[in-house]
C-alpha cells in the first residue's frame, strides 16, 4: 500500500514535474530553484515537495547553498534530491526482485559468470531489433532513456553516463556478476556501431559508460 499512495502523489501534474526536474538535475537541488523551474511560487513548491519527501519519492538535507561558511553565510537552505528507495507496484503483488535474486545466487554459486553474459550479449542484440545497430551516442541515449538509464552526457569526458541502474537492487547483492551481465547486454545492444561501452564504476551512478569508438586507445 505504501508504494500504490506514493505513486499516487505524482498523479498531480506539479508534483509530478517536481519530481521530475529534481530527479533530473543528479544533484542536491534548493526550493527556489526548484519553484523557478516549474513556474510556481517558492512557498508552493516547497509544500509539495515535503510532501514527496514524507512518501519517500526525494530525500531532503539542509546546507549553505552560497557555498560559504562562518559568520555572515546566512542560514543553510533545504535542498532535495532523488530517493535511492524503489517503488513498484503489481496488482495483484508479485514478488520478481526475490526470483531475480535467487537466479543471481544460484548463476554465481555455479560459476555461470560467461553464460550468463552470453545470454545477455545476445538479448541486447535482440533489443536492437530491425533497426540495427545505434548509429551514434544520441541514438543510444534514447534507447537507453526507454529502458530506464537515465543517460547524461558528459561532454568534457565525451561520455554517456547512466544515473540508473535497472538492475540496481540485485546489482547490490551480486555485483560482478550483474555488472558483468550489463555490460555484455550493453555490448549486444551497440554491436556493430561506432559507439563501445566500458566498466567505469562511480558511487551512484550505472557501471557502464558508453564512448565513441575512435575515442577508445585500446
Known amino acids: 500500500m505504501e508504494d500504490i499512495e506514493a505513486i499516487a502523489l505524482l498523479q498531480d501534474p506539479l508534483r509530478r514535474r517536481l519530481y521530475e526536474f529534481v530527479a533530473a538535475q543528479g544533484r542536491d537541488v534548493?526550493?527556489?530553484e526548484a519553484a523557478e523551474a516549474v513556474g510556481v511560487a517558492r512557498t508552493l513548491a516547497a509544500f509539495h515537495l515535503d510532501k514527496l519527501v514524507?512518501?519517500?519519492l526525494l530525500e531532503a538535507a539542509s546546507r549553505r547553498l552560497t557555498g560559504r561558511s562562518g559568520p555572515g553565510a546566512g542560514r543553510p537552505a533545504k535542498v532535495y534530491r532523488r530517493s535511492p528507495a524503489e517503488r513498484g507496484v503489481s496488482v495483484p503483488a508479485r514478488d520478481y526482485r526475490t526470483a531475480a535474486g535467487l537466479l543471481a545466487e544460484a548463476a554465481e554459486t555455479a560459476g555461470l559468470d560467461m553464460e550468463l553474459q552470453d545470454a545477455a550479449?545476445?538479448?541486447g542484440r535482440a533489443l536492437r531489433g530491425r533497426r540495427g545497430p545505434c548509429g551514434d551516442l544520441d541514438d543510444l541515449a534514447k534507447t537507453l532513456a526507454d529502458r530506464g538509464y537515465e543517460p547524461v552526457m558528459d561532454d568534457e569526458a565525451g561520455v554517456l553516463r547512466m544515473r540508473n541502474c535497472p538492475f540496481h537492487a540485485v546489482?547490490?547483492?551480486f555485483p560482478p556478476l550483474?555488472?558483468?551481465m550489463n555490460l555484455a547486454l550493453l555490448e549486444g545492444l551497440v554491436e556493430g556501431s561506432p559507439v563501445r561501452v566500458r566498466m567505469d564504476p562511480r558511487?551512484?551512478?550505472c557501471c557502464v559508460a558508453a564512448a565513441p569508438s575512435k575515442n577508445d586507445e585500446h
Do not use: K
Open 203 to 205: 558511487p551512484g551512478w
Open 30 to 32: 534548493g526550493r527556489g
Open 178 to 180: 550483474v555488472c558483468g
Open 171 to 173: 546489482a547490490e547483492q
Open 121 to 123: 550479449r545476445r538479448q
Open 54 to 56: 514524507d512518501a519517500g
